[in-house]
């Protein structure tokens, strides 16, 4: 009898054990699809490190903050908009008009009017794509596409095909929020944590916030509910668009002087670190705090590269990774799988 009683004990931890390593190995599969892109940014702070001891050098964590904090702005806005289901590929070029309108105003008629001046230019492109998208219900990827070409036309136009540069560098107070520190931190590392904490409560804590997550997630239904979808939209561009005007003020006091295309291509970017955050494509998810720890993690990755030695050309290549990436690690959280159950 004891010889049956431990064959029996046997056969029946076999598959105990069995079905105890396939409930591991899926629950490591659900916890990497959602938080895989933080297991990668691990990995890639720990071989930046042994690579380069620089790298968590403090005055180089404050520098890569710094200069993270212009498309750090930007991404705020841009969270609203992929939340609500939509998508603003126009945030480069117009953070290019931004920043040379207002080095335009500048030396025309000040810096106390040329920076509200800037901002109302910006909120009416902003507010031109809303109605596009929101009220007339055209897809986004195409008018925020076509928007792209059109504003840096736009830039092109206004600018004379010219570089913009203050006269008078030393004897403005314009450069206060791209050149100063308040309490040894950098001013656009606290503009960059103002915004985000306006914009993180406004996201959380108030109905418009819920709003943009019941459109995201199911627009139809949001509708039906008495949710103005179309105002809702309309917003989230405005939103976007002061973002990036905020970005361009940064941009100007930084340098005061840029090119008219400092923006280009970093629509990509900054679509890049809100999808780092876990911001959806399909829209309905998203939050203002994952969106800042995407565009650090991005930061730091592009700021590790440098210090290992590889050209900067090259970032070009792994953001299109990383971008990859992001919607791989999006879609499996999304299905509970890493890998699709159709071949």
């Given at each position: 009898m004891a010889n049956v009683t431990d064959k029996t004990e046997v056969r029946?931890?076999?598959?105990?054990?069995?079905?105890?390593?396939?409930?591991?190995?899926?629950?490591?599969?659900?916890l990497l699809a959602r938080q895989g892109i933080l297991v990668a940014f691990g990995v890639?702070?720990?071989?930046?490190?042994?690579?380069?001891?620089r790298f968590l050098d403090p005055d180089?964590?404050?520098?890569?903050?710094?200069?993270s904090a212009?498309?750090?702005?930007?991404?705020?806005g841009v969270t609203f908009v992929v939340i609500s289901g939509n998508l603003d590929l126009s945030v480069g070029s117009m953070m290019s008009f931004a920043t040379i309108v207002v080095l335009d105003l500048?030396?025309?008629?000040?810096?106390?009017?040329?920076?509200?001046?800037?901002?109302?230019?910006?909120?009416?492109?902003?507010?031109?794509?809303?109605?596009?998208?929101?009220?007339?219900?055209?897809?986004s990827l195409i008018v925020t596409l076509g928007m792209l070409s059109a504003i840096h036309g736009l830039t092109l136009t206004y600018s004379?095909?010219?570089?913009?540069d203050i006269a008078d560098k030393e004897g403005t107070w314009?450069?206060?929020f791209g050149q100063s520190d308040v309490l040894g931190i950098p001013v656009p590392i606290l503009l960059f944590a103002l915004v985000a904490s306006v914009l993180g409560i406004l996201l959380a804590k108030t109905p418009f916030g819920r709003k943009v997550y019941a459109v995201g997630g199911n627009g139809t239904a949001a509708t039906f509910s008495g949710i103005r979808r179309a105002r809702v939209v309309f917003t989230c561009y405005l939103l976007s668009a002061f973002c990036v005007a905020t970005a361009g003020l940064l941009q100007a006091s930084r340098s005061l002087g840029s090119q008219n295309t400092v923006g280009q291509g970093l629509e990509l970017e900054v679509l890049a670190a809100v999808i780092l955050g876990g911001a959806s494509l399909l829209g309905g998810s998203g939050t203002i705090f994952k969106t800042v720890i995407g565009v650090l993690i991005l930061g730091f990755i592009q700021n590790g590269l440098l210090l290992v030695g590889l050209q900067f050309y090259a970032q070009y290549v792994v953001t299109w990774v990383i971008i990859i990436l992001a919607v791989w690690l999006d879609i499996a959280a999304k299905r509970g799988k890493l890998w699709s159950p159709i071949a």
């Open positions: 029946s931890s076999g598959p105990r054990e069995s079905g105890m390593n396939s409930f591991n190995l899926a629950g490591a599969g659900r890639f702070m720990i071989g930046f490190t042994l690579a380069n001891e180089n964590i404050m520098g890569v903050i710094r200069s212009i498309l750090g702005v930007m991404a705020l500048h030396d025309k008629i000040g810096p106390a009017l040329a920076i509200p001046g800037m901002y109302a230019m910006v909120l009416c492109l902003g507010a031109f794509i809303g109605f596009l998208v929101g009220y007339l219900k055209l897809n004379g095909g010219k570089n913009m314009f450069s206060v």
